[in-house]
């Protein structure tokens, strides 16, 4: 495909898309819903749908029944914790193969035009991004995943959860399934947000940010703390009214949709013709610029805040007087003490 039909290079090589990106015409007033219509597919296909699916092969192949739930045995534990770990390992690993091993589009739609594996780094294990980045995510990020998932379950099990039956409740029980990527954005803004506060940044989150430049094993590349608070997004589902399936479903919108945001493509190519967008563009600009876009346009949050950067021009002017003014109260309060 030739990307120039629908972006630009810039002298250094990266990449910006034509159209900046936007948020999500969801939660804006007064309503637009002819804008909404021609979003709405966008909101199920491919990501959401296809984790709704997983969520689905795991509570019918995976999970076991309810009375083995009831009681913590290391059997299947460890069962679960497998079968997650060959999952992340094959969807993570078909990004990172496709894209970033075998190279296969080359950097045609690549933001940044070079690749981790060609920059060696300090501050990665081995100096290598790409086997710590793996590393981070194999020996912290799915055990962790796996550890929310059996306490949230073998809540479920035994009683402490409020299960809800598909029969007596099916209307709020789609309704849930409908809402739960909005869930995971709430509170994704909410713990990233906070791990940007200075200590939390410096200990937990700047070992996410090491990847300036991520690739798909960057999803999951993260501190332990961070681990435990981005994959607790499941826990939501012990309080609200739910059905295991459901907190399934919340778990791996979290822990496989980090994936599109990381890919580093605006475009990923399934044919000479067709490409899938990757909706990687807005949290790309996260990582390459730190202070903007905590959230993923789902709900506009930056945007009220005056946090979000569409890519443009005019949003690193916004994005300069933001930083202007951080400094000016910093001068200020400093010459007042």
Not at 58 to 86: D, K, S
Not at 100 to 116: D, H, L, S, W
Not at 210 to 234: Q, R
Not at 325 to 333: F, G, I, S, V
Request: proline share 7%.
């Amino acid at each position: 495909m030739d990307e120039l039909q629908y972006g630009t290079r810039d002298k250094r090589g990266n990449y910006t898309p034509n159209e900046p990106a936007g948020t999500a015409p969801l939660f804006v007033f007064p309503p637009q819903p002819a804008a909404l219509l021609r979003w709405l597919p966008h909101y199920f296909l491919p990501y959401n749908a296809l984790f709704f699916l997983s969520a689905l092969a795991w509570w019918a192949w995976v999970i076991p029944p309810v009375e083995v739930m009831q009681t913590l045995q290391w059997g299947w534990v460890l069962r679960l914790f497998a079968i997650n770990a060959v999952a992340v390992f094959l969807w993570y690993g078909a990004f990172e193969l496709h894209l970033y091993i075998r190279r296969a589009q080359g950097t045609r739609f690549k933001y940044n035009a070079k690749f981790p594996a060609d920059a060696p780094s300090n501050v990665f294990w081995f100096k290598s991004q790409n086997i710590d980045n793996f590393a981070r995510g194999m020996l912290s990020g799915v055990p962790i995943w796996t550890g929310i998932q059996v306490l949230v379950l073998w809540a479920f099990a035994n009683g402490y959860a409020p299960w809800l039956s598909w029969s007596d409740n099916w209307l709020w029980l789609a309704f849930l399934c409908l809402i739960v990527p909005v869930i995971h954005e709430f509170h994704f803004f909410c713990i990233h947000r906070l791990i940007h506060t200075p200590f939390l940044y410096k200990w937990v989150h700047s070992v996410h940010h090491n990847s300036i430049n991520p690739s798909p094993w960057s999803s999951l590349s993260m501190h332990p703390v961070e681990h435990l608070l981005y994959l607790a997004t499941m826990a939501y589902h012990l309080v609200i009214p739910s059905h295991p399936l459901i907190a399934l479903y919340q778990l791996h919108v979290a822990g496989f949709g980090a994936v599109p945001g990381h890919v580093g493509f605006d475009k990923v190519e399934l044919t000479d013709e067709t490409a899938l967008d990757s909706h990687a563009y807005i949290h790309y600009l996260h990582h390459k610029y730190f202070e903007v876009n905590y959230g993923d346009g789902l709900i506009p949050i930056d945007k009220w805040l005056g946090t979000f950067h569409d890519g443009s021009k005019d949003g690193d002017a916004r994005m300069k007087a933001r930083y202007a003014a951080k400094k000016a109260r910093l001068n200020a309060k400093e010459d007042a003490a």
